[in-house]
């Protein structure tokens, strides 16, 4: 039962994301209210109101006609409207930014909660004008609908001018930045925070038995709190080999058990990995290192050629790395104070070496970037201690740097000023 619960979380979280949740789940929300105003009305809701608070109730035939008239008209062309910016921002963002970047624009909540808004006022107008009968008389007309409806044209009113000014602001990349940058270091905070005070006393997992994937595809997610609950309730601790967020071939290791499986076993702990046909993890930090990288070497581009930008992505960078630095190698799984399941996480030099290589290889020809590279390998050098394993990995990457240099840039006075930010390491 937990199982399904949790994966019915899981959907509903995946879901969540799309553009059309939102629109659909307030749509529906504005028909049952169009049908409730229908009950209320029929009950004589517009009959009392007018008799006790006439100025609420609109009681002219063809008035409330005309009213409904222009809303369904006018937010339809607000509807139109507001899709097409979407599509404009879509595109604009995939061209000049990264096609990654996407997902999260489009989960942007506030937008698509501002879209269910025009349906659900679209569709109250529509079924509130089909309930008006034309000769009816003023008491069976629905004045409080009516009013109603102009409160909700107002309000959506209010929702454009705001949707207009939000996707203006969301466009700039500035902002799309900061948002990469701000999830992946709450995400990188919150995996640091869990880890604080654990020791790392997991066996050697040598010769365990190994597991292979039976599916291909992104690791989009596995659900820790029940593979540890099993491995609790089966006396056994299991090593997650495949790493969340790569892409995973079919008979590849998925994981591996300190003791022997049946078959029913292998298939209950497959079911908690859960793939993906698309790089969409909106908890994997390393996805927020590769849009940042994304879109610096995009601005690069000749098309583009905005090392203003490039130079912006790579202080972020500087910052997130500085973050990781704190973070354990692998991730360990506990229940009561027992290390239960080790979790494979992309080490620090892979990742150092696949977020800023697109940039050092892309850029190696422009000074200013590649300053900015050495000005973060320094940061990084000095934030190391002197027992730390990282400042080798830095080393390495410093080296590669520098023959990139040697090679692409020949200016003496470019070389000299290169040369001076480069002591540090005593190359």
Known sequence: ???IIVNGLEYLNKIESK????????????????????????????SYLKDNIPFLVINNTETAFNILTTFIAGLISIMVFSFSMVMILLNQASSNFSPRVLPGLISNKRHQKILGVYNATLLFCIFTMVAIKPDADTNQLPGFSVLLAIVFMVFCLAAFIYFIHSISQEIQVHNIMHRLFKDAKNRLEQLIHSEKNKKNNFPNTKNWSTFNSKNTGFLQDIMLEPFGEFANQNNNKFHVLAVKGQYIYSDKPLFKSESELNEEQIKTLTSYFHFSKEEVIDDNYVLGFKQLTEIAVKAMSPGINDPGTASIAIDYLTNLFEIRLQKNETSLLFEDKEALVKINTISFQELLYLVLTPIRTYAKHDVIIIGKLIDLYTHLFTKLDNASNYKDVIINEINALYFDIENNISNPNDLEVISNKMKVFKL
């Not at 169009?34 to 009950?43: G, L, W």
């Open 1 to 3: 039962m937990k199982k």
């Open 19 to 46: 553009i059309a949740f939102y629109p659909t789940l307030y749509s529906l929300a504005g028909m049952l209210f169009a049908f409730f105003m229908y009950y209320a009305e029929n009950k004589g809701i517009s």
